[in-house]
């Protein structure tokens, strides 16, 4: 990120990447396409894509939802040759990605495997910035890349393809710091500040609805322990000489 105290979104260069994978876990599988844009001002000015040999099958249902084989990867070159070019690529810049945790813990595993040192790039991630700026289910019926993409009019869909997903990421990213514009939101440092705060107040409301669930579920474990009671209740009293004459009101 530039030398600055507290810079201003529209200021900054956002590399927007995305990768993909032949699994879901990165102790268990390996990045098969890393793709890259760089967002100057709400204009694309840059991109980066490369295919990746993971060095490892691709399984058929990686090939069927991305459309990568193994065939593709034959001659790909290995993740640790691409990684200075991706890291070059976004030196400078704040890194994004929509569900950013899946995307960074590949390639921060990769780096560490390759044995390069993982910048210290801050990583907003456009899934979190929509969940706090998107009415759901008014606007979208949720935060998901294609949902967002289609709702915003993005040029590029996302189709499971490194490139093409960075490029749908970026131009969803492009409205939401519209949004967050529109908000008064207009450095990094109020960003962050900004997200802290919803962050929290959505745990707030999570943990107050986790308790309404818990009283719900003590007043149906008592009411259920009280009917108990008052089913044995009745059962002996019929047991009782002359109780069979005996019953509940039908109240």
């Not at 699994?23 to 599988?29: I, L, N, Q, V």
């Not at 790909?76 to 070059?88: E, F, K, N, S």
């Not at 009283?215 to 108990?228: E, K, Q, V, W």
């Amino acid at each position: 990120m530039p030398d600055s105290d507290d810079p201003r979104l529209r200021d900054l260069d956002f590399a927007v990447v995305d990768v993909e994978t032949t699994g879901w876990s990165p102790d268990e599988a390996g990045i098969t396409e890393i793709g890259a844009v760089l967002l100057r001002r709400g204009q694309v000015v840059a991109e980066f894509a490369s295919l990746v040999n993971p060095e490892t099958p691709v399984p058929p249902s990686i090939t069927e939802l991305t459309g990568i084989s193994d065939q593709m990867l034959a001659v790909a070159p290995p993740v640790a040759a691409v990684l200075p070019g991706l890291l070059a690529f976004a030196h400078g810049s704040v890194l994004t990605a929509h569900n950013a945790r899946f995307d960074l813990s590949f390639l921060t595993a990769a780096c560490a495997a390759a044995g390069l040192a993982w910048p210290g790039f801050e990583v907003p991630d456009t899934v979190r910035l929509a969940r706090h700026l998107m009415a759901t289910p008014d606007e979208v019926p949720d935060c998901k890349l294609r949902t967002l993409a289609e709702f915003f009019g993005a040029p590029a869909q996302p189709s499971h393809r490194a490139l093409a997903d960075a490029r749908a990421t970026a131009a969803v990213l492009e409205h939401l710091l519209l949004r967050l514009a529109d908000r008064g939101i207009d450095t990094f440092g109020e960003l962050t500040a900004w997200l802290d705060d919803r962050d929290a107040e959505a745990a707030a409301q999570a943990e107050l609805a986790a308790r309404s669930l818990r009283r719900r579920a003590r007043t149906r474990r008592a009411l259920r322990t009280l009917l108990r009671w008052r089913r044995d209740k009745v059962a002996a009293l019929r047991q009782r000489p002359g109780g069979s004459q005996w019953s509940p009101p039908s109240s």
